[in-house]
């Protein structure tokens, strides 16, 4: 198989991300699994390490899965195909959250499903919503309006705000 490219911003959110051996992370909207497939090798199921990368596409869940099989086969991934409003995990269970290119923060009032990422981060838990290029003014606002900080982030391949529930 040939090597897979890797993009810039894909690169960029997993520098954000910033995951170590212990971390527990979900990933919404995980495309064909680039930002899985660097986030995994650096996380440890025994030290606690897991990573769920969700999206509603049947034909990404099914690259993700392939992309990350090593990840997949040593548990460390699990990859699940649902819409974010509808993604049932146990509460508190995701230390770190994020998102990248996902249009529902900017394209309307993302409440419902800033609910269920509310519920799901573990306490001091954080959300990073991500773009390839400067997030709309619109991303924060809403995350302001349902009750979450958000603070700008920006780099090599990508800007976003990173947020906490207030």
């Given at each position: ?104 923060f900017w394209t309307r009032d993302p409440g419902p499903e800033l609910a ?51």
């Open positions: 198989m040939a090597a897979r490219v890797v993009p810039a911003r894909a690169r960029f959110a997993a520098a954000v991300v910033g995951a170590g051996p212990g971390t527990r992370v979900l990933e919404v909207g995980c495309g064909p699994g680039a930002v899985a497939s660097l986030v995994c090798p650096r996380l440890d199921r025994v030290a606690g390490g897991a990573m769920w990368a969700v999206d509603r596409s049947a034909v990404a869940v099914a690259r993700t899965t392939e992309r990350c099989a090593a990840a997949v086969d040593g548990g460390v991934l699990t990859v699940l195909r649902s819409d974010l409003a509808g993604l049932r995990l146990t509460a508190g269970s995701v230390d770190v959250a994020f998102t990248l290119n996902v249009n529902l269920v990422l509310r519920g799901v981060l573990a306490p001091g838990g954080v959300l990073h919503v991500l773009y390839e290029g400067t997030p709309p003014a619109a991303v924060a606002s809403g995350l302001r309006r349902n009750g979450w900080d958000p603070v700008p982030v920006s780099g090599d391949g990508g800007a976003g705000v990173t947020a906490r529930p207030a």
